[in-house]
């Protein structure tokens, strides 16, 4: 099993691109995560899919957008990159429902704007 | 405002010896705890769980100890070993499983 993969990498975006950070898990997880992490702010939640079908806002979703497009996809995408948006971005993911806390986390997407 | 906090943003330990790495939270809906680990250009990988209704959980060389009233709880690992050098995250979630992350705490293991 892959677990929780991401792609890109790497990105470097210009002001005002747009691009689209994929994840997939091959877990059968229900639910599933994106945070980004920046110097001395830990994690911050963006968006979540607790189930297939259903997205919901984060800590911090201004700026971005995401796609649930089945079971094992959640997209993250940026319509008009900003310099504020230069962050390490993970996708993670959970069994969802009652009691499951734990969550498994992809090895990141390192993006800067310039 | 930070809900739950790492006010260490690093420590140095001698290898063999004791780490303890403290976080401290404010919501008291928080009702589950847990600590992840992060080597560089990494995830997160979980490391060790607590339930509210427990004041410890031990996996190995790893415990966490869990103090409800004074909000806070903390992570030993002993011995500690040049392989856990790593940044460590408290993590702490109410009943929508959602986690809510500290800043992190960078911890090196000296020889």
């Known amino acids: 099993n892959a677990g929780v993969t991401q792609t890109p990498k790497f990105q470097v975006l210009k002001t005002g691109q747009s691009m689209t950070l994929q994840c997939a898990q091959d877990m059968n997880h229900n639910s599933m995560y994106w945070y980004r992490q920046d110097p001395g702010m830990g994690l911050r939640l963006i968006y979540y899919s607790a189930s297939e079908g259903t997205t919901d806002k984060g800590e911090v979703p201004n700026g971005y957008n995401v796609s649930r497009l089945n079971k094992r996809e959640f997209s993250l995408r940026l319509e008009s990159a900003a310099p504020s948006q230069t962050s390490v971005y993970f996708c993670a993911s959970s069994p969802g429902g009652a009691g499951t806390y734990e969550q498994y986390f992809g090895p990141g997407t390192r993006l800067t704007v310039t | 405002d930070q809900q739950v906090k790492q006010n260490s943003p690093s420590l140095s330990v001698q290898e063999g010896r004791i780490s303890i790495l403290n976080c401290d939270y404010t919501n008291s809906m928080f009702d589950y705890f847990l600590w992840y680990k992060k080597y560089p250009a990494e995830g997160p990988t979980f490391l060790i769980s607590i339930s509210s209704i427990k004041d410890k959980n031990e996996d190995g060389r790893f415990t966490v100890f869990l103090n409800k009233s004074a909000k806070h709880l903390s992570l030993h690992i002993v011995p500690s070993q040049p392989g856990d050098s790593a940044v460590y995250f408290c993590?702490?979630?109410?009943?929508?499983?959602?986690?809510?992350f500290g800043t992190g705490t960078r911890l090196q293991v000296t020889l």
């Open positions: 993590a702490a979630s109410t009943l929508s499983s959602k986690l809510t």
